[in-house]
């Protein structure tokens, strides 16, 4: 016959009661004791490489993909994509867009690509505006496009950049395909827009995706089809109209502005952020 024992039953005093309690740690200690042995999330703007081939092939984060009509950024706090907003018309992005990492522009922000394929924040085809969260590191919504178009091609930003409006570059990358929001890519730069957005200077580099067969053969923005740039011009200048902002777009650059304006960002990373991170 199999005997089965109950535990014994332990009796509580006012004592060992006391003593259990001093073993156990504040709440608020515990909670510190965890966060302190938590791995931190990368931020795409300052941990993710640019890539040793910059700045002719480089690693760019995408903010908004192609055919997206929302508004996707870098926060710049968390590292997180987070939605800017919706567009205000009719029109999507044209091409995957985001920013290259490390780098830095005078809007103190990184240098804006649009990739033909770097930390994409917006999906090709999306309405949702995606921004990284600098906080956080996490992609956040933004706002939901205002007018009736969606990002053309994927949108995002280039790790290890800054600009002058102290985020890092954007990059608008086309490739056959929309990615997911917060992932990266290699991305090669082909052009550049310039671009002025409510009055300040806000350029967008133009690239493809380094590792899709259709596009990577592309070296100069003069290469696409003049429809290719006329959508992402269009989608540009009509995107926020229904926000009652200004946006102009200038004539775009060739792939030697690109390289230009994406190494200047780098070397304002270096010096605005890497100085301030080794003081």
């Known amino acids: ?36 042995h938590r791995s931190v999330a990368a931020h795409p703007w300052h941990d993710l490489e640019i890539g040793p081939e910059a700045p002719v092939i480089f690693n760019c984060v995408v903010e908004i993909g192609k055919g997206s009509k929302v508004k996707y950024e870098l926060d710049k706090t968390t590292g997180l994509i987070k939605v800017d907003r919706i567009l205000y018309s009719s029109v999507v992005y044209p091409h995957n867009y985001g920013f290259i990492p490390r780098t830095l522009c005078e809007d103190n922000d990184p240098i804006d690509v649009l990739v033909i394929m770097q930390v994409v924040e917006i999906g090709k085809g999306s309405k949702v505006k995606y921004e990284l969260d600098k906080t956080t590191g996490l992609i956040k919504v933004d706002r939901i496009l205002y007018s009736s178009v969606v990002y053309p091609h994927n949108y995002g930003f280039i790790p290890r950049t800054l600009c002058e409006d102290n985020d890092p570059i954007d990059v608008l990358v086309i490739m056959q395909e929309p990615v997911i929001p917060g992932c990266f890519l290699r991305a090669k730069a082909i052009g ?55 946006v102009a777009v200038n004539d775009f650059l060739p792939a030697t502005a690109a390289y230009e304006a994406v190494q200047h960002s780098m070397d304002l990373y270096a010096d605005y952020v890497m100085e301030t991170l080794r003081r």
């Open 1 to 36: 016959m199999n005997i089965y024992m109950s535990p014994p039953i332990e009796i509580v005093t006012t004592k060992n009661y006391a003593e259990k309690q001093a073993s156990v740690p504040p709440l608020n200690e515990r909670i510190l004791s965890s966060l302190t």
């Open 192 to 246: 550049l827009m310039p671009m002025i957005d409510q009055g300040e200077k806000d350029d967008k580099i133009i690239a493809v995706c380094a590792d899709d067969p259709e596009y990577r053969h592309y070296n100069d923005i003069k290469e696409l089809p003049p429809h290719r740039l006329a959508e992402i011009r269009r989608f540009f200048e009509d995107y926020k109209k229904n926000e009652n902002k200004e």
